[in-house]
């Protein structure tokens, strides 16, 4: 079972509705380190965090309408310039609701999970490029699966050289790392408001 398969089961209902995600992608970064310049966009959110984000998007196939957001800062000088740890919460459409979290300050963690009324997804770890285990439970199944290595670079030059060559589109065209930007806009504004921030569909 892939990625997309597990796509796949939350989308054609073998989850039963889907309930909760929970995604977390955690690592500890020293200096000297890009990641923690905000003058180059440095910070978790961005980096590792997006990751949890995406998931989130993809396997509910919606948009988040409502984000709730808190960060922590520590006294610490590899965080003067961003967040150590970012802890966020979305809400899609359809009900289901999506705790997130990052950190540049926590022992390796990555990993998701959904949940939904008739069964689970989960991943742990999640993504790397490799060592990665897949569990699954839909009635009456249950399932633990090893995801073949993959790489993942050469694989997405091949499919950009046959979009190119082929005049394809993408599977994964630019709108989407826009609606990922626009949802870490929203998490941002919410750090600094500690206000729930609305999304526009």
């Not at 993809?58 to 409502?66: A, D, H, I």
């Not at 709730?68 to 150590?84: G, I, K, L």
């Not at 950190?103 to 490799?130: N, T």
Request: aromatic fraction near 6%.
């Amino acid at each position: 079972m892939s990625h997309s398969e597990g796509v796949e089961l939350c989308r054609n209902g073998q989850l039963g509705e889907l309930r909760s995600i929970s995604a977390s992608n955690c690592q500890v970064v020293q200096p000297p380190n890009i990641r923690l310049s905000r003058d180059l966009a440095g910070g978790p959110l961005g980096d590792v965090g997006v990751y949890c984000l995406n998931a989130a998007r993809y396997f509910t196939g919606e948009e988040p309408v409502e984000v709730t957001a808190m960060s922590h800062q520590p006294d610490d000088p590899r965080f003067r310039e961003v967040p150590a740890s970012v802890a966020w919460t979305m809400r899609f459409p359809s009900g289901v609701i999506a705790n997130c979290d990052c950190s540049f300050d926590a022992a390796e963690s990555r990993r998701y999970r959904v949940q939904g009324s008739k069964g689970y997804l989960e991943l742990d770890p999640a993504y790397s490029y490799r060592g990665l285990e897949l569990r699954t439970m839909h009635s009456p199944q249950k399932a633990a699966l090893q995801l073949d290595p993959v790489n993942h670079f050469a694989a997405e030059m091949d499919h950009f050289s046959e979009c190119i060559l082929q005049n394809k589109d993408p599977l994964t065209p630019s709108e989407e790392g826009l609606a990922d930007m626009r949802v870490i806009a929203a998490i941002e504004e919410a750090t600094r408001s500690a206000r729930a921030v609305k999304l526009n569909s």
